[in-house]
Structures are given as C-alpha cells and as structure tokens.
C-alpha cells in the first residue's frame, strides 16, 4: 500500500503540506508554511484512512473530520514502514477515550491486517448456517467493528453450491428459534454489536430488583399483632384506676435494606461494568422499589464512591459524571487495597441496618492472597447478605484457579455469573432467597477436591 497525497483546498494551497526536509521556506506570518512531499500521482492511503475513520464513527467513537486530518498528518509524518508504528499513531489521533481501544483495536485488525476481513464479516453477520459462519463466538469489539465495516452493505444470502448439475438445497426450520429480545438476553455483553448494546442497555432501564423487607425490633400498632404492647396497655388502665380494659397488641416494624455495589472498573471488566451501572442507575432510579438506599463505588486501582453521580436522573449524564469522577477507568486491578480502603472508610457508613452488598468482579489480582482474604471476610461479617457477580462463569471449564478467586470465595454468601442481561434478571432470586448460593457449593467442592 502507497504513502497518499492529502486533498488540498482550491484556495489554501499551503494548508496540509507537510513540515520535513532542508531548505524549507520560511513561515509567514499569520500561517505557517510546510515544505513539500514528494507523493506518488495515484494516491491511495489517505482515502483508506477517510475510510477507516469512517468505520470507526460508525463502530460508536467520535471522531470528526479534524482528527481525520490530523490523523493523515502524522501518518505522513512518522512514515508507513511499521505496522506498530502505523497502529499507534492513529490510536493517538482516532481514540479519545480508554473504552473506545478494544473497537479500535478489532476494526483496525480487519481493516488493515486480516487479508479475508470481507469474507469474515460478511459472514458473521449472515444467519448461522453450518459452512458460512465460522464456528466461534466473537471476541471483545469484533461484532461492532464487523457492523461498522459492513454499514450500507447489501447482505445478500450465501451462494447455493451446485454439483454435477444437481441443486443443492438449504432448508433453514426457525420454528425453534429463540426471539430477538430472548437471544439478547442470553448474549455476552462483550460479544454485542453496537445496536444490540442500545437495546441491551432500554432492556436494563426497565429491569427491577425487588427486595423483601426486614422485620424490625421496633413494633407498630396492629390489632393483629403477636405481641403484647404492654407500655400502652398500662397507659389504658391508669385511666381507668388501674383497671385493664384492653390489651393493646403489635407487630414488628417493617424498614428496607441498603444495597451496597462494588463494581470492578479495570481493563478486563470493563464493558460488563459499564452495562451493570446502566442497570444500578435504573434500580438507584426507581421510586417505591424497595431499597432504602443505593450506594455504588468503582474500583481498579483505587476505590471512588459514585453515589451522588447515579442519582443524576438522565443515565448518560450520570456515567458519563461517573467516569469523570472515577480516573482507573481501564487500568489495573488491586481488589485487597480497595476493599481495605472500603471496610476502613465507608463500612460503618452504609453497611448499617443490614445491607446487601454485590461485588462485581472477576477475582483477578495478583496483590498478597492472605490480605484479600481478610478484608473479604470483614466485608462479609459487615454486611447482611453478600453476592459475588462474576463474568468468567459463563465459562463451562471455569475452576478456581486464579489466587485471588481462592482466597475470595470462600467469604461469600452467593457467587454468580453477571456477563448477561438474564444473569441479572436472576440477581433477584439471589437476594430474596438465603438459602441460594449460585454456584459457591459446586467451586467449593472442585476447591477443596
């Protein structure tokens, strides 16, 4: 592929050259003047580059016709010799924000590397038939990048192989099929295309948590009560000389729990965090839905409270205040540090009265095993009900293998999958019945085994 000449202005002939080489003409003043390149009279990159940029517009990043611009500039500038060179530097001038990487990374490869990129996608995005679609479910990013590769693409139905004259005939029965909405409910977070995500994210905003409410030791007046108020009993008979007309009964006091979220924000949890704060937002949202108080935070390399962020009521405005507020976003993972900073900082402020808390990660810290594990158990001890919700379940060969998996798990009261909107339709059923463990029993078995 051949280094391409920038599209000049009719006016402006001066604009988009390009700095490099000796005897340069000296700038004017008000513009700075760039000496010439020598460029071939076909030129083919810039066009690719236009073309790319455009595929990741439509893949979800934003990207305008400046950094397209100054995308080619620099392409020109550090040369075409290099694919690690060529990679990064139109990261540095396409990408402008961490979750943006992976669909960078996926579109790029199909783009510019993956010589069978056309044959590739238009096959992931054709019905499953056996000999079209490869058989493997799509990486982190792929399916999005596919869509935005194949925007305005006709998809035309596979070609129908025909041997020694005879038709061959493909007969595809979807009486059995699952639904739109089903298979979206079942679908990977990280394996959704860009307009699966938008409508994942209007299933989360209508999903509902409902909890039980608690008995408190407190009573309320009620005529059907099983105990005895006996302070107002005798408050009645002093006004009648002591004598006890009416026994006055109650009941106990009904309150709700708080619910306390951990939601694990580094590189590898990424896309199923930012679909669980979509979720937290509706569940924070929703008045009369039974919690008295939702408390989020995030954590990676260190632990921000979001709380005030959610109660923002426009859910884009309030991740995107969550992000800013939130500066490991994307980064690494130090579970025991954060968890410490939790139990010292925040425990006895919104762990009182019972709460339930649900911590949201994969388990994958490489800090001292011993110190994970002992602030996993103050944080159970602290809290009323304690579920673990991680993505590596939707594994069927996950063991526990991973030291910070071992150390955790054993302090936990239920352990989960949370890669899909139906793993959380589920969460419900985890919080309103103790005796469910989710999968605790069966890894603790294979633990221990």
Not at 120 to 142: K, N, S, T
Not at 217 to 235: A, K
Not at 378 to 392: D, G, Q, V
Request: glycine share 8%; net charge positive.
């Amino acid at each position: 592929m051949r280094c391409g000449q920038v599209w000049n202005p009719p006016d402006v002939s001066s604009w988009f050259k390009y700095p490099g080489g000796v005897g340069a003409a000296p700038p004017r003043r008000g513009m700075t003047e760039y000496a010439p390149l020598d460029l071939p009279d076909d030129p083919k990159l810039t066009h690719n580059i236009t073309h790319f940029a455009r595929a990741l517009r439509a893949a979800g990043l934003t990207i305008g016709s400046g950094r397209v611009i100054d995308a080619v500039r620099a392409v020109a500038a550090a040369g075409f010799s290099s694919r690690e060179d060529f990679f990064y530097t139109l990261r540095a001038c396409l990408v402008t924000r961490p979750e943006h990487l992976v669909v960078f990374a996926q579109v790029f490869r199909l783009y510019w590397r993956d010589p069978r990129y056309v044959e590739h996608m238009m096959a992931m995005m054709l019905p499953a038939i056996r000999g079209v679609q490869e058989d493997r479910a799509a990486q982190a990013g792929e399916k999005r990048a596919a869509e935005a590769l194949l925007d305005g693409v006709t998809r035309d139905a596979p070609a129908i192989d025909e041997r020694d004259g005879d038709e061959v005939q493909v007969e595809v029965d979807a009486s059995a099929t699952m639904s739109g909405d089903e298979r979206l409910r079942q679908l990977d977070f990280e394996q959704m295309s860009t307009a699966e995500m938008r409508q994942a994210r209007r299933m989360l905003a209508r999903l509902t948590l409902p909890v039980k409410p608690l008995a408190s030791r407190r009573g309320m007046v009620s005529p059907q009560g099983t105990r005895i108020d006996m302070r107002r009993s005798f408050r009645g008979a002093l006004r009648h000389g002591g004598e006890m007309r009416r026994i006055h009964c109650k009941k106990p006091r009904e309150r709700w729990p708080n619910l306390v979220v951990l939601c694990d924000i580094s590189g590898s949890m990424s896309q199923y965090s930012r679909m669980v704060l979509h979720f937290l937002h509706a569940v924070a949202n929703q008045k009369g839905a039974g919690w008295a108080k939702v408390h989020a935070f995030t954590f990676g390399t260190r632990l921000t409270n979001i709380t005030r962020q959610l109660a923002t009521r426009d859910v884009d405005a309030a991740l995107a205040a969550a992000g800013r507020q939130a500066q490991d976003w994307e980064g690494g993972t130090r579970i025991g540090a954060c968890l410490h900073a939790f139990n010292r900082d925040w425990s006895r402020r919104v762990m009182g009265q019972g709460a339930v808390v649900l911590l949201i990660t994969d388990g994958l810290d490489r800090d001292d095993p011993d110190a994970l594990a002992h602030e996993m158990e103050r944080l159970h001890l602290s809290a009323r009900r304690l579920i673990w919700l991680n993505p590596l379940l939707r594994w069927e060969g996950f063991a526990p293998k991973a030291q910070g998996i071992r150390a955790m798990l054993p302090h936990v009261d239920a352990f989960r999958a949370g890669h899909s909107i139906a793993t959380l339709e589920d969460l419900a059923e985890a919080i309103s019945r103790r005796d469910d463990d989710g999968e605790k029993a069966r890894l603790m078995a294979a633990l221990h085994g």
